[in-house]
């Protein structure tokens, strides 16, 4: 559509209580006041309720439009090797950090050190080494995969799941969902060693790879990519 002739997305969200939790509803009318981000910019936004055959609250936002495409369309898993430039790398690194220049008080139990707490071991099953140690409380971008990353250039485009966290988990989430593709991979690794490497993201990397583990559950595992998360926890762990 198009807003003071230029074309724009319009974003329309229901909430549901009984699917939904109420910060994943609010999470794109929050992250517009979130700047040095490489995001859709929240132009203007309304809610209402719809009343009929009950009340239910809806949201809708005027974002800035994305032209580039996402790296996996309907999926959040690599499949196939992508062209990540320097100036791609930066801008995610850059925009991960002013992300965790913004202190929230949006938190939510599936990330929490209780729900961590049973999912490591569930999927592990046995205590993790001494030296790796979540660092809580930094905002984190809660759902980063290559469903929610443009390329050629960087655009994140899902802001429902960000909140506190453990540092290093929106990194952590993007290099587990690309170990199908080691030459990606590793060049997002390069890109993030320092945070990757340090004991909270190791721990970061562990949640993710569990949770995405759990999610494969339900699902083929069409990229091959649970062999490449065994092994990164085996790396990890000793």
Known sequence: MLHNGEQVWLRVAPYNESAMDMGAWTGTRDAGRLTGIRKPLLIDSTEWAHMNPVPIPVW???MTLVTDEVA???DQYLAEPITLSSEWLHDL???LEALAAHP???VFWAHSAERYGYLLHAVYGRPLPAEIEPAWGRTEHLDL????VTVPSLTIIDWEHWGAGVAGY???RLYCTALSVPAVANQLYGAFADVLDSPSGRYAQLVAAADILINVA???DSVDLCPALHDLARKIMG
């Open 170 to 172: 929106g990194a952590a």
């Open 93 to 95: 690194r850059a925009s």
């Open 60 to 62: 809708a936002g005027l």
């Open 218 to 220: 339900y699902y083929e």
């Open 145 to 148: 995969h290559w469903g929610n």
């Open 72 to 74: 996996t369309p309907g």
């Open 104 to 106: 929230t008080g949006r």
